[in-house]
């Protein structure tokens, strides 16, 4: 007997990211439209937030039900990192003899509620105590959903952005989230009908980090990028220049920018691309833009102010 299918550490690794970045989005939507009738910040409207998210209470528990399917397959992803027969642990198989072949997805794998002790007992990266908290949490909600056809309580829509959080932070590190976020959209269909007119899946994340780095508190920007939320931010003229589309030009949106200055370097790091570039430290010849730090002449965008992102003369 030959087991075959037998899942890959990457494949459910990828799968998670869709579905994690797919709650992000839908998040980013409900922002979206509230801020469409209502502009400037939710907190600014909080009678009408209010009726808002308790009319959207469906939309955030599907959120929650993606939470929990991703922070699964993604816990899956990390036992097939070490073996993928791990997954069959705990469920009592008996194999009988024989001839041919056995898809493994035929297979009874691990319950779900096992899942964080399993990891925690072979894998080298071990997870939180809170993280085990929240997941369990988080798999009771979507249990509810599922099996009531509704969570039957009220969701906080700090709860789900505080939970989106700290599952990237336990499940994925800090410092990839928006590459990764990059990544997965590249993905999507839509781009291989797009003559790049549209830009690239850069875009879909540069359009919505107005509304994200708005919902996010410093403390989650830090968990999720590595950096204080609080430090001066720059243009990536490398992301800039890829999300770039014939309707839509992100420079000059100080939402969209994405690198920070390395301490003690002449060089700037990109958290969105993951690139590092070289800069100048001279000021910017703008007569209203206070800023300092200029690209380096051998790069695309040479002499550029990272600040305001206009040529210098």
């Known amino acids: 007997m030959t087991i075959v299918n037998v899942p890959s550490a990457e494949k459910l690794n990828d799968l998670a990211l869709a579905l994690y970045f797919d709650a992000w989005e839908r998040l980013y939507r409900i922002h979206e439209s509230f801020l469409n009738f209502y502009p400037g910040k939710a907190s600014s409207w909080p009678n009408e937030w209010k009726k808002y998210t308790e009319a959207s209470s469906r939309d955030f528990e599907t959120i929650i039900n993606l939470v929990a399917q991703s922070a ?26 024989v001839d041919g072949e056995l898809d493994f997805s035929e297979l009874r794998t691990i319950d779900s509620v096992d899942l964080p002790g399993v990891v925690n007992a072979f894998c080298p990266e071990k997870l939180t105590d809170s993280f085990i908290q929240d997941f369990n949490k988080v ?16 969701i906080d829509p700090r709860y789900v952005v505080d939970v989106l959080v700290n599952f990237f932070h336990h499940l994925w590190g800090e410092g990839n989230f928006f590459s990764e976020w990059v990544r997965i959209s590249s993905r999507d269909p839509h781009f291989l009908f797009d003559d790049g007119s549209g830009g690239d899946s850069r875009s ?40 770039k589309s014939d309707y839509k030009d992100y420079f000059f949106e100080d939402s969209c920018k994405t690198a920070y200055l390395l301490d003690g370097e002449d060089q700037i790091y990109c958290f969105m691309c993951k690139g590092r570039f070289d800069i100048i430290r001279e000021k910017c010849d703008d007569c209203g833009c206070p800023g ?22």
Do not use: W
């Open 72 to 97: 699964e397959i993604a816990m899956k992803s990390k036992l097939c990192s070490v073996s993928p027969f791990l997954l069959l642990l705990g469920q009592g198989l008996s194999f009988k003899r």
């Open 139 to 154: 798999r009771r909600l979507r249990n509810k959903s599922v099996h009531l056809g509704e969570a039957s309580e009220s």
């Open 204 to 243: 879909r994340v540069l359009d919505s980090l107005d509304i994200i780095l708005e919902i996010i508190t410093k403390s989650q920007f830090k968990k999720i990028t590595g950096v204080s939320k609080s430090k001066r931010r720059y243009y990536c003229f490398r992301c800039t220049a890829k999300g």
């Open 292 to 313: 300092d730090v200029i690209s380096s002449p051998h790069i695309k965008c040479d002499f550029h102010c990272h600040s305001c992102g206009r040529d210098r003369e």
